[in-house]
């Protein structure tokens, strides 16, 4: 068969080759989907591709990427081909990984308990006392089921003999078992046939059974179970995949904040009061994790939550001080350790690591450093791998200096060629198969029997052919991984898991304080980029239409709201447009400001509220000219936006309090809104502006209901005292007291400061007298309204978010 | 050898700009009870009373206090009151100790290590980073094959040399490069630097927190409060254990050094660590007094003729 695929795929000479064995030789295993590729046209593999990267981006699927100029984050890079890994091959792989994870869970036991390993000589003293990850105040610590790691991860190379070996080892908190939960959603999308076809085998038995540990190993009381996952924040590099396995798993994505100790306990900071937390996976660094007993200068942790360990009332996965198995010089002593702790040998080899910290290890690794890669020693420590061949003069002798100045900081690796694998290279100007350098992440979980290893993996590409290092933040890609089997696919899926009584009891209650104040700001945000297009839309038409050079009520309006500037521009035309559509205008800042709320939501924000936010920021600034036309179109997709946005909370969202948060958020904003709308249109006097309906919405309804020109009194009347209109005052107002009123009846009387009364002047309003652009009363009122829904979202922030309320932080709750 | 009894009151009173609703603090402020030392009677008053209290024990052996004030206050005091007994063996003399470089290999060795003890204070602490420049300094007193003892002895005589002590100097996150640099500091600057040089020469060296007696010049009644805690080190030497040295004193803590807390360096055994929620601004007074408890006239006895340098 011509194989036309591999007419430019370039043959390993040095190095071994997932795909090939021989040149023009396929791998028995990926014959079936390599014909599949074969069989596709080039365009096919194309539109595969450009799926994937939609998917990816609509997803919102990043990897944070600290100093990159794109800014926090970045879309994650997929490449569009699976590696694919034989059954046989496999069963050696996963025993290997679940063995060493066993073996690592006892070192660590043993080392934060009777050391026994040290006493026998089997752990050198200075791996442990030098090593900055091993947490003194862990030490005695009874971890519950004995189980320090609930998750472990293992970076695997293959040698030039085929050989698979270990490089490091992920013993605190392993990234990226979400990102290859993600990679397997897309890529099983593009090639569904094949991945049916083949038995690939599937994740989510895994992530059941990492579930499940945890609960069953969890302490008890205070309430129905409840496990955490702990996220640094939407900063962290892979905030994504937290929120991601938060939602994935049905756990609380929370940050320190949210959490807080008391009695030895750990609770959740909740609308309603606090609630026990049984298990936390957290994401956050051993030494972040408490500022009491570790690192004093973080803010990331909780204060108390070692002591809560230690009392046994919380399971943290993984254990507190599990760090320290992350130091690469600890792989020289596996093989022994594993004979005394397992009574077996090590399955899978490490590659040789030395701690330059022993004086004998640094002057070796300074002899041999050629042949060898500089590595810090602790992760602790930000230092960049090294790789002695590639130094010039001078740089050798800064790398010595730095190496014997601060000894203990390295540890030299010796190298490894590692192999290459296929990847579909679009770069150039014909799509083609290429070869790049590539590792695979494995990751083993606790379960019943011992260590279960997910089957599959991060496979993780270099961005260049001939790398030696692969790293996400030096900008590589990622790969599914597809395990073969010979028997039947466990089909078993965690999203369709039936779900018992007492889950139907808790259902979207597990809200933090502060998703509800994330939630109360994107309704803000989505009614104020509502309202700024609706107002710029109406402005720039006006302005296009009108001859008339001087300030319009509009225009005034602009400036009021902040779509422009305070004081006037010579052509408020232009700057109409500017604030549409420039990358520094009024508008593209809203919709950032909503992209950014809408990004700490992201666990509990539906891909289809994403993917519509996700498009709208990606267009906004990216206009290539800036005209009243474009500016009209680009508004246009705003306000449906916001629309769509709109009918997914009030069509997709269950009605918790939550929903009500978003729901109050909207109406304070629009109520703001709309009475500044009116005051200035009331200010202006003169006839009524059809414009004042466009802003509300409500041109449609007032036609169908008068066939006239607007006039002030049937136009007031809709506005501001029809009940019915979902864009009046009186509809806002009302909804606002309904809300309150619920809250209340929930947790307790609420301030709601000037608004009862302005409600009820409100309703006591005579159209006859009152709806005119004369009347004082009407202006009072408008005045009034917006005055209350100021004060009343700062009390909400006050009793609800901040927790500034001494009510609320006395704990009157506590069960 | 005499036994000496003596009454320790320590203070330390924080005033807050706004009210504290929420405070958790980490005591080591307990005598710990050693070969030469014993606690009579030790008790900790803490004002505003605390909602949870519990004493346990430390990774260091360190008795630790740990307690949590749940109510809104701005004013926290925490007065700890110790009656402690030194009979203080004959100050180790410059006997026979191993010569140095023997006690850094056979700490270093890799196989069954019977001195795990000491193997714990090799390393790098978060207060103290082993040097090459330490090391160099450190080597004008470690000469080839000089017993461990005297070459310790002699660092600590060189460093109360070449130090002066300055309160204004540094603060507690001053690096020992610095250090090495202004050579000025207080005790627990002193007791860092002689660490660092001793770790870097691959010797265990711990970090010793305790008092000082308070010596009034003659004829004058002790100043209540002028003192502070004390700090210094302690060196592993194989057959004489730990022996203490208090570089700021230029001496050998005997009958006037009493010990609360060790550890690796100021970060392990701080007199009082926490974290609370609110309070702003604050204030922070201590008052550390030390006063025989039967007062006998002072029987002459060798040491340094100027009083005793403290902090």
């Known amino acids: 068969m011509a194989r036309s695929l591999l007419q430019h795929y370039p043959h390993a000479t040095t190095r071994y080759d997932e795909l090939l064995s021989a040149p023009g030789t396929l791998r028995p295993h990926w014959a079936a989907l390599f014909d599949a590729f074969e069989s596709a046209s080039r365009v096919q593999m194309q539109d595969r591709l450009a799926s994937v990267r939609r998917q990816i981006r609509e997803n919102g699927v990043t990897y944070n990427v600290y100093a990159d100029p794109r800014g926090v984050e970045r879309p994650w890079e997929l490449d569009l081909l699976p590696l694919v890994i034989a059954a046989d091959e496999w069963a050696q792989i996963s025993s290997a990984v679940a063995q060493r994870a066993e073996l690592l869970n006892r070192i660590l036991a043993d080392v934060y308990g009777p050391q026994q390993m040290l006493v026998e000589g089997l752990l050198p003293p200075a791996l442990i006392h030098g090593h900055a990850g091993f947490l003194r105040p862990c030490h005695g610590l009874k971890v519950p089921g004995g189980i320090h790691l609930h998750l472990y991860a293992a970076d695997l190379a293959r040698s030039p003999d085929g050989g698979w070996w270990v490089l490091a080892d992920r013993t605190q908190a392993p990234s990226g078992a979400g990102y290859s939960l993600e990679n397997r959603l897309v890529i099983s999308r593009v090639f569904s046939e094949q991945f049916r076809d083949l038995h690939v085998e599937h994740l989510a038995g895994f992530f059941a059974t990492l579930r499940d540990t945890l609960a069953q190993h969890a302490p008890e009381g205070d309430g129905p179970p409840l496990t955490v996952l702990l996220t640094p924040g939407p900063y962290n590099e892979t905030y994504f995949e937290h929120a991601y396995l938060a939602r994935y798993l049905g756990f609380p994505l929370v940050e320190g904040s949210d959490l807080l100790v008391r009695d030895g306990k750990v609770w959740l900071k909740h609308l309603s009061g606090l609630r026990r937390v049984h298990a936390i996976v957290r994401r956050l660094d051993d030494d972040f994790c408490d500022p009491l007993e570790l690192r004093a200068d973080s803010a990331l942790g909780v204060p108390g939550l070692l002591d809560a360990a230690r009392r046994g009332q919380v399971l943290i996965a993984n254990a507190l001080g599990s760090n320290l198995l992350e130091s690469g010089a600890l792989l020289g002593f596996l093989p022994r350790l594993c004979e005394r702790l397992l009574g077996e040998p090590l399955a899978m080899p490490s590659l040789a690591t030395w701690w330059c910290g022993e004086e004998a290890a640094l002057e070796d690794a300074i002899a041999k450093l050629d042949h060898l890669v500089i590595k810090p020693a602790f992760p602790q420590l930000r230092i960049e791998s090294v790789f002695g061949a590639d130094l010039d003069r001078r740089e050798r002798a800064a790398l010595i200096a730095r190496m014997r100045a601060r000894p203990h900081h390295y540890v030299a690796q010796e190298l490894v060629q590692l192999a290459q694998a296929p990847v579909w290279d679009d770069s150039g100007p014909a799509p083609r198969l290429g070869a790049r350098t590539v590792g695979l992440r494995v990751f083993a979980c606790a379960g019943p029997e011992g260590y279960r290893v997910m089957p599959g993996g991060l496979a993780r590409v270099a961005p260049e052919a001939q790398a030696r290092v692969i790293a996400m933040q030096r900008g590589g890609a990622s790969k599914d991984t597809w395990v073969l089997t010979d028997g039947a696919v466990d089909t078993f899926s965690l999203l369709r898991r039936t779900v018992g009584p007492s889950e139907l009891v808790r259902a979207g209650s597990n809200l933090s304080s502060r998703m509800v104040e994330n939630l109360f700001w994107f309704g803000r945000y989505c009614e104020r980029c509502d309202n700024a297009a609706r107002l710029l839309r109406a402005a720039i038409a006006r302005h296009i239409e009108s001859d008339d050079s001087g300030e319009s009520v509009l225009i005034r309006l602009c400036r009021t709201t902040g779509q422009l500037a305070p004081v006037g521009d010579d052509d408020p035309g232009g700057a109409l447009c500017d604030a549409a559509l420039a990358r520094d205008g009024a508008l593209s800042a809203l919709l950032h400001q909503l992209s950014a709320v809408a990004f700490s939501l992201r666990e509990r924000m539906s891909i289809d509220n994403w993917r519509v936010i996700s498009r709208l920021v990606e267009t906004a600034g990216r206009e290539p000219e800036v005209s009243p036309g474009a500016a009209l179109e680009h508004l246009d997709r705003c306000v449906q936006a916001m629309m769509t946005l709109s009918g997914f909370a009030l069509d997709g969202m269950t009605r918790d309090q939550g929903w009500r948060f978003l729901s109050m958020g909207r109406r304070i904003e629009r109520l703001q809104f709309m009475c500044t709308a009116l005051r200035h249109a009331l200010a202006a006097g003169g006839e009524a502006p059809d414009w004042l309906l466009e802003l509300a919405d409500s041109t449609i309804t007032y036609r169908s209901r008068y066939m006239t020109r607007p006039q002030w009194l049937p136009v007031l009347d809709l506005l501001v005292s029809d009940e019915t209109n979902p864009r009046s005052i009186a509809y806002q107002a009302l909804g606002l007291s309904d809300y309150l009123a619920r809250l209340a009846a929930q947790f307790g009387a609420i301030d709601a400061g000037t608004l009862p009364d302005a409600v009820a002047e409100l309703l006591a309003l005579r159209p006859e007298q009152d709806l005119h652009t004369g009347s004082e009363r009407l202006a009072n009122l408008l005045d009034r309204l917006a005055s209350a829904a100021y004060a009343l979202s700062e009390q909400l922030g006050l009793r609800f978010f901040s927790h500034a309320d001494p009510r609320w932080a006395s704990g009157a709750d506590l069960p | ?311």
């Open chain 2, 1 to 311: 050898m005499n036994r000496m009894r003596y009454h320790v009151l320590h203070r330390t009173q924080y005033r807050y700009a706004w009210p504290v609703s929420d405070s958790r603090q980490l005591l080591h402020l307990t005598p710990r009870d050693t070969p030469t030392q014993r606690t009579v009677s030790h008790r900790i008053d803490i004002d505003p009373e605390p909602v949870e209290r519990a004493r346990r024990t430390d990774y260091f052996g360190n008795v630790l206090e740990q307690l949590s004030i749940g109510s809104a206050h701005d004013t926290l005091t925490v007065t700890a009151e110790s009656v402690v007994d030194l009979t203080p063996s004959r100050a180790a003399g410059a006997t026979r100790s191993p010569a140095w470089e023997h006690v850094r290999d056979r700490l270093h060795q890799v196989g069954p290590a019977p001195l795990l003890d000491p193997c714990q204070y090799l390393y790098a602490s978060p207060h103290i980073e082993p040097l090459a420049a330490l090391a160099r300094y450190a080597r004008l007193d470690f000469r080839r094959e000089r017993p461990l003892f005297d070459a310790t002895l002699a660092l600590m005589r060189r460093i109360h040399r070449d130090f002066e002590f300055d309160p204004q100097a540094t603060t507690v996150s001053t690096p020992l490069e610095t250090l090495l640099r202004q050579r000025r500091g207080v005790c627990q600057d002193f007791a860092h630097f002689m660490i660092g040089c001793l770790r870097s020469l691959g010797l265990p060296a711990r970090y010793v927190s305790g008092y000082l007696l308070t010596q009034p010049p003659p004829g004058q009644p002790r100043m209540v409060g002028a003192d502070a805690s004390h700090a210094w080190v302690s060196v592993f030497c194989p057959g004489l254990g730990w022996v203490d040295m208090d570089p700021t004193n230029c001496m050998q803590p005997g009958d006037q050094h009493i010990t609360v807390a060790w550890g690796r360096d100021f970060s392990d055994v701080t007199p009082m660590r926490g974290v609370i929620l609110g309070g702003g601004e604050h204030a922070v007074e201590v008052q550390v007094t030390v006063t025989p408890e039967h007062e006998a006239p002072p029987a002459p006895r060798p040491g340094p003729a100027q009083p005793l340098e403290r902090g």
